[in-house]
């Protein structure tokens, strides 16, 4: 018997003794928590959860941790409150569920589940968001855009029980209130993930190491940072010098640089490479700033400028095991393209360079800016040479006016002035880039047209009547004629109406709109405004009032040759809209670049055309002479023809004119008078207009446009010659992604509410005032 109790003895204090050692040796183990925030949950086929996007940091702990350390730790990295935080982790091997940890046991629980291993993920969820099983705690605006995207249901793993009770290696483990819930997770940066950051290990190596400017220093020393995974803090940080300690409390690791005496080098002066914090076992990827993912994808962007910000954070993330919002690639991308294409401010103070960079290259052409009192950018015109000897040699005279709002930097429109050439494409005569389209800016831009084009042609302009565009083209090109278009007016007339008649009515009186500007004739613009008389005399009165003389056939007086609105340039403003993000004169070269391509291409493509008239022009032409086959033509005296066929109609070939009014209005024979032409024995190419001929359509392409070099990076000499300071405009791009302007759309009734009950037109059945 006392043998056995000596036995019972001895194995209590071998128990003793190995908890002891267990306990050793837990106090001593060290684990690395991943915490990273401002992502969105995914659940994956098989049920588990994965995670894209967020911020990340690594925070060391062990098995005396507190959990009130790593609160505060964790709220001082993500910037949020402790007390409104919930902490919660994956199990090894089930990332179906989540364990809350709500006190100290539940921490020092963690870190002993953990077993060999020397990280884990932890999950940060705000508790006033966790009713929607979703935290989002990034403070980038895009973040709030994935709140109802991003909610995971819970679905319970098929081996656990719904009791959410569980024993794992000897532990017990609870879930408070069958929480399992979607939020966001820190994630283990694998091998294969850290080898991309491996290459940074040695961009710092040591003291008398010299880069070119304390940005370069800087950046090298992120790069170091994530190698060697610790976290650093500044202790001086200004333009003489750099002063860096590790974060950790107590760790020796320091550095120190600054400039070179007589020289603009940066060189590390001192530096303690060696860290007591086991900051080295922390793993890459905790730390990325948008400045570090800018440095890291320029190159790919220069490569590929249409770089999407969810390919960048998917590449970022394959590569260096980094994980990104949307938000945080998409601003990475704008700071890699500054520092490709240079400062959006300092392009405006490029102005005056660029300005004479085009007239020296490019002579004969235009280009012109002005500033306001304060040096800020007001306006900048430009007309390249080959476009005004084109416009003038081979064009129509006939000019579309229309305004392009830009969604760069500093906001900004685009005023464009665009012709068209023999064969109806889009001639470019020239632009300018305001701070707003207000009644002065169209002023000074058409009083700089004017000194572009030649004043020996009458000019019509398609342009809108509002914004001081009547009264600025008849006092600048006063013998000209002013087509307002037609989209405009049409809009107008939808806006003045819009309460006052439902959907159906004011699209009937939209489209006798329309048939009233085409209708060739007096009679058929009289049975149009009539239609629209039956609908609403007050909508007829309008029409009247509204000048047809300035938009319909019957009575204007000018050539359009069938076009009618101004927004026809609209494959130049899909250029601009390639261009818009671009600096002001780099964006302007852009232009200078499609322009000039454009120019080479349709000269290219003019040389192969064997017809007199243009191919488009050659078609319509082929389709009026079918046509003409089957009327008949009565000889009368002189150059009047009578033509029968469904109407009878007279044409006077002396006077290129037809009762039909095709001839005018197109500046190509109409069938008509092709049926008069055959019949006498006369070619209809030579009473076509000359502006649609092969021979014009070259003329037009003539001239080509020339590079302008050293616009992205002008030599400073250069800049000090010109003498003027230009500032941006004080206007900024507004919060929130920019809105992309739609494509023009031929039905601009938009439909409006109506009630049920007492038909009115703005309100339904629940908020009529009748009930």
């Known amino acids: 018997m006392k043998v056995a109790e000596k036995v019972e003895e001895i194995n209590d204090a071998i128990i003793s003794l190995s908890l002891s050692a267990f306990g050793a040796a837990m106090a001593a183990k060290k684990i690395i928590a991943i915490c990273q925030s401002g992502g969105e949950f995914v659940t994956d086929i098989d049920g588990s959860l994965s995670y894209n996007g967020g911020d990340a940091y690594a925070i060391d702990i062990d098995h005396q941790t507190l959990l009130s350390d790593f609160k505060s730790e964790v709220a001082e990295l993500f910037n949020c409150s402790a007390d409104i935080m919930s902490i919660k982790y994956f199990l090894p091997g089930n990332r179906r569920t989540l364990i809350t940890i709500s006190k100290d046991k539940d921490l020092q629980r963690m870190v002993n589940f953990l077993g060999d291993s020397s990280t884990v993920d932890v999950f940060l969820l705000l508790k006033d968001v966790a009713a929607c099983n979703v935290s989002n705690i990034s403070a980038s605006r895009s973040s709030r855009t994935t709140v109802s995207e991003a909610v995971i249901p819970f679905e319970a793993p098929i081996d656990?029980?719904?009791?959410?009770?569980?024993?794992?290696?000897?532990?017990?483990?609870?879930?408070?209130?069958?929480d399992a819930i979607s939020c966001i997770p820190i994630r283990?940066?694998?091998?294969?993930?850290?080898?991309?950051?491996?290459?940074?290990?040695?961009?710092?190596?040591?003291?008398?190491?010299?880069?070119?400017?304390?940005?370069?220093?800087?950046?090298?020393?992120?790069?170091?940072?994530?190698?060697?995974g610790f976290a650093y803090r500044y202790k001086k940080n200004d333009s003489h010098r750099v002063s860096v300690k590790c974060k950790t409390q107590g760790c020796?690791?320091?550095?120190?640089?600054?400039?070179?005496?007589?020289?603009?080098?940066?060189?590390?002066?001192?530096?303690?490479?060696?860290?007591?914090?086991?900051?080295?076992?922390?793993?890459?990827?905790?730390?990325?700033?948008?400045?570090?993912?800018?440095?890291i994808i320029k190159e790919k962007l220069k490569v590929s400028p249409n770089y999407k910000p969810k390919d960048i954070a998917e590449d970022i993330k394959r590569e260096y095991?980094?994980?990104?919002?949307?938000?945080?690639?998409?601003?990475?991308?704008?700071?890699?393209?500054?520092?490709?294409?240079?400062?959006?401010?300092?392009?405006?103070?490029?102005?005056?360079?660029?300005?004479?960079?085009?007239?020296?290259?490019?002579?004969?052409?235009?280009?012109?800016?002005?500033?306001?009192?304060?040096?800020?950018?007001?306006?900048?015109?430009?007309?390249?040479?080959?476009?005004?000897s084109g416009f003038d040699q081979g064009c129509r005279p006939l000019i579309f006016l229309d305004s392009i709002p830009l969604n760069s930097k500093y906001q900004g429109?685009?005023?464009a002035a665009t012709a068209a050439d023999a064969d109806d494409g889009i001639f470019p005569l020239a632009f300018a880039v305001v701070d707003a389209e207000t009644e002065d800016n169209w002023l000074w831009f058409l009083l700089e047209l004017k000194s572009a084009v030649s004043a020996s042609r009458q000019i019509t302009f398609v342009a809108d009547f509002q914004n001081g565009l009547k009264k600025s083209l008849a006092e600048i090109f006063d013998k000209c004629y002013h087509s307002y278009c037609l989209r405009h007016l049409a809009e107008k007339l939808n806006k003045d109406l819009k309460g006052q008649f439902s959907h159906e009515a004011r699209r009937f009186m939209v489209n006798d709109l329309y048939a009233a500007a085409y209708a060739p004739r007096l009679e058929g613009f009289q049975r149009s405004v009539e239609n629209i008389k039956g609908i609403s005399p007050e909508a007829y009165n309008w029409v009247l009032q509204s000048e047809p003389e300035h938009w319909a056939n019957a009575f204007f007086g000018g050539a359009r040759y069938d076009h009618m609105t101004s927004n026809f340039g609209q494959q130049f403003y899909n250029w601009i809209s390639e261009a818009h993000e671009l600096p002001i004169t780099q964006m302007v070269d852009a232009l200078r670049g499609k322009m000039m391509e454009a120019i080479y291409t349709r000269r290219v493509e003019s040389n192969q055309w064997t017809t007199k008239l243009t191919p488009s022009k050659e078609e319509k032409l082929e389709k009026e002479m079918t046509t003409a086959r089957s009327l008949k033509v009565l000889l009368s005296h002189g150059s009047t023809f009578e033509v029968r066929g469904e109407s009878v109609d007279v044409v006077d070939i002396d006077h290129w004119d037809c009762s039909c009014k095709g001839w005018q209005l197109t500046g190509l024979p109409c069938c008509h008078a092709v049926a008069v032409f055959e019949c006498i024995g006369r070619s209809p190419y030579d009473y076509c207009s000359r502006c649609f001929t092969t021979e014009s359509y070259r003329l037009s392409y003539a001239e080509s446009i020339q590079p302008v070099p050293n616009v992205d990076r002008p030599v400073q000499g250069e800049l000090t010659e010109a003498g003027v300071i230009v500032t941006p405009p004080p206007a900024k791009r507004p919060p929130g992604r920019p809105k992309m302007k739609q494509a023009e759309s031929t039905d601009i009734i938009k439909r409006q509410l109506q009630c049920s009950k007492c038909k009115g037109l703005g309100h339904n059945k629940k908020t009529c005032k009748e009930s």
Request: net charge positive; proline share 3%; with cysteine.
């Open 413 to 415: 429109t685009l005023l």
């Open 188 to 228: 283990v940066i694998d091998d294969k993930q850290r080898k991309a950051a491996q290459q940074w290990e040695n961009t710092i190596t040591g003291v008398d190491q010299r880069f070119n400017s304390f940005t370069e220093f800087r950046e090298a020393l992120h790069k170091y940072s994530i190698a060697h």
């Open 160 to 178: 656990v029980a719904v009791d959410m009770t569980h024993t794992v290696g000897g532990f017990d483990m609870d879930f408070p209130n069958g």
């Open 252 to 295: 020796p690791w320091r550095i120190y640089a600054s400039r070179l005496s007589t020289t603009q080098l940066i060189c590390i002066k001192k530096m303690n490479p060696n860290h007591t914090c086991e900051g080295a076992a922390v793993k890459a990827g905790y730390r990325a700033t948008r400045g570090w993912v800018g440095s």
């Open 321 to 388: 095991g980094i994980q990104l919002n949307y938000s945080q690639a998409w601003r990475a991308k704008e700071i890699a393209r500054e520092q490709l294409q240079g400062s959006y401010k300092e392009a405006y103070n490029q102005l005056p360079f660029f300005c004479e960079k085009i007239k020296e290259t490019n002579p004969g052409s235009i280009a012109t800016f002005s500033t306001k009192d304060d040096s800020s950018f007001h306006r900048l015109f430009v007309s390249f040479h080959a476009s005004i």
